[in-house]
T-cell receptor
Framework: AQTVTQSQPEMSVQEAETVTLSCTYDTSESDYYLFWYKQPPSRQMILVIRQEAYKQQNATENRFSVNFQKAAKSFSLKISDSQLGDAAMYFCAYVVGGATNKLIFGTGTLLAVQP | EPEVTQTPSHQVTQMGQEVILRCVPISNHLYFYWYRQILGQKVEFLVSFYNNEISEKSEIFDDQFSVERPDGSNFTLKIRSTKLEDSAMYFC????????????FGEGSRLTVL
């Protein structure tokens, strides 16, 4: 079964500090994509960062980067220089390549940023 | 910036009533989706829609559910006879390309079934 697990229901970080959100997944597929989506309060989910499983290099988007460990099936998100606007629910998600965009989500991590 | 819009933002209904949730996807997108999130649980895939037909649906998407793109701009989710367990946040999403995983989500419609 394809599952995504986020073991941290809530996290807190001081403004300007770095925080890492954990995600593990389980799949037997070789071709897949991993994502982190951000959902601010009362706002829609937006894509933060995307990683193709066939790429060894970790994806980076400005202050957001991932640590993709394919063998361990781990996909953590690092947020550097945290800002108040980073406060949100963060969802890790997975989709099989070659299929429709049937995203499989984790349960989410609620990130609080302390001023 | 184009965005996906959903109406209503919140609907309260009695068990057994029909509900229609509406979505306006991004105009040049071709792939449309409904997801739902029961309070405190995961966001779950319900259905995907492409070329005016369902391309995939989950076990949740039983005969009580239907989707339609009636006029080329709206994308609706209908629940024929709501049950208590249908209470959830329903998210519409659209995508321009298959398999990229970059979906654009609406803010969600909260359905409360009493």
């Amino acid at each position: 079964a394809q599952t995504v697990t986020q073991s941290q229901p809530e996290m807190s970080v001081q403004e300007a500090e770095t925080v890492t959100l954990s995600c593990t997944y389980d799949t037997s597929e070789s071709d897949y994509y991993l994502f982190w989506y951000k959902q601010p309060p009362s706002r829609q989910m937006i894509l933060v960062i995307r990683q193709e499983a066939y790429k060894q290099q970790n994806a980076t988007e400005n202050r957001f980067s991932v640590n993709f460990q394919k063998a361990a099936k781990s996909f953590s998100l690092k947020i550097s220089d945290s800002q108040l606007g980073d406060a949100a629910m963060y969802f890790c998600a997975y989709v099989v390549g070659g299929a429709t965009n049937k995203l499989i989500f984790g349960t989410g991590t609620l990130l609080a940023v302390q001023p | 910036e184009p965005e996906v819009t959903q109406t209503p933002s919140h609907q309260v209904t009695q068990m057994g009533q029909e509900v229609i949730l509406r979505c306006v996807p991004i105009s040049n997108h071709l792939y449309f989706y409904w997801y739902r999130q029961i309070l405190g649980q995961k966001v779950e895939f319900l259905v995907s829609f492409y070329n005016n037909e369902i391309s995939e649906k989950s076990e949740i998407f039983d005969d009580q559910f239907s989707v339609e793109r009636p006029d080329g701009s709206n994308f609706t989710l209908k629940i024929r006879s709501t049950k208590l367990e249908d209470s959830a946040m329903y998210f519409c999403a659209s995508g321009g390309q298959q398999n990229t995983g970059e979906l654009f989500f609406g803010e969600g419609s909260r359905l409360t079934v009493l």
